[in-house]
C-alpha cells in the first residue's frame, strides 16, 4: 500500500466557526476515495486546503510526498482540481479555454496541442472543442472543467462535489467516464460528495461531519458496522407474530401493518420465516445501505454519541 496524501491535525477556523477541527487520514495511491458528509461539513474547506488554494491554521498534509505550505508549487504540478463552480470563460471556445490552460505550464506549442487533444479525449468531448462553453449543457460543461485539470496529466485530480446541478443521466455518464479514467490511467481520485450512491462506488470512503472525521473504511465495511439487514412481513396473523417474536426475544417494530425486525446477517431471516410460514401473507429481505450508514451516523454524532 502506497500512500499519495496523508493528513495529520489539519484544523481551519473562520473567525469562531471551526470548520476543520483536527482531522487526520490518507488516501491510497490509485483509488477512488470519497469524502462524504452534507453541506456544511467541511468537505470544500479541506480539499481547497490540499490543493493549496487556502492555508491551513494547523497540522500537516503531504501529497506525493511534497509538503503542504512548504511544497505547494510542486503540489500544484501534479494535481488538477474541478470546482464546484466552473472557472472557464462562457466566450472562449472549449479549445480555447482548454489551451489557457496549458499554457501555465510552459509547454511548447505542439506540446499544448497533444495536451489538450489528450484531454479532450479522455472526457469525449474532442465534437465540441469548437463550440463556446458558455453555450453547452451542465453535462457538457462538467467535462470540459474535467479536461481542464487533466492538462497537465496530474497524480492526483481532487473534484468538489463534481455532479452538483446535474441531472441524473448527466451524472451517471459523467460517473462512468470518471471511473474508466481511474481504471485506465492509475490516476487517484479524491472526490467530494454528499451523494449516497456515489460514494458507495468509491474504493474507500472518508466520512466528515461538522468538522470532525467520524467514520471511515470500504463502503462494506461500513455497512457492516454501521447498518442492518432487515426483514419486512405482513403476516396473517398479527398477534401470532408478535408472540413467536416475543417467545424468542427478537425486537421488531410496526409500521402499519408491516412488522420491520433488524437482522444480525440476511440469513437470520429464515429462522424466522420457516416457523411462520403459514402465518406470512408476503415478505422481504433488505440488505442495509449506505443511505443507513449516514444518517446512522448523523444522527449518533448530533445526539453526542461516540462511534
Known sequence: MQKIIEVRGLQK??????????IDFYVE?????????????GKSTTID???????????????????????????????????????????????ENLAVRGSFYGLSK???????????????????????????????RRRADIARALINTPKVLFLDEPTTGLDPESRESL??????IQADTGMTVFFTTHYMEEAASANYITMIHKGQIVARGTPAELKDEHSSDFLRAVPKDANGLVAYLESKSIDFATDGEVFVV???TTMDSMHIIEAQRDNMHNF???MGTLDDVFINITNMQEKGGAM
Do not use: C, H
Not at 73 to 88: H, K, S, T
Open 13 to 22: 477556523s473562520y473567525g469562531a466557526v471551526r470548520a476543520v477541527r483536527g
Open 29 to 41: 495511491r490509485g483509488s477512488l476515495f470519497a469524502f462524504l458528509g452534507v453541506n456544511g461539513a
Open 49 to 95: 486546503m490540499l490543493s493549496t488554494m487556502l492555508a491551513a491554521d494547523a497540522g500537516r498534509a503531504a501529497i506525493g510526498g511534497y509538503e503542504l505550505g512548504k511544497d505547494d508549487a510542486r503540489i500544484r504540478e501534479i494535481i488538477g482540481i474541478v470546482y464546484q463552480d466552473g472557472l472557464l470563460d462562457k466566450l472562449l471556445t472549449v479549445q
Open 110 to 140: 505542439n506540446e499544448l496541442k497533444r495536451a489538450v487533444l489528450r484531454a479532450a479525449e479522455i472526457v469525449d468531448i474532442t465534437d465540441i472543442l469548437k463550440r463556446p462553453y458558455g453555450k453547452l449543457s451542465g453535462g457538457q
Open 175 to 180: 460517473w462512468n467516464t470518471l471511473r474508466q
Open 262 to 264: 433488524p437482522l444480525e
Open 284 to 286: 422481504e429481505v433488505l
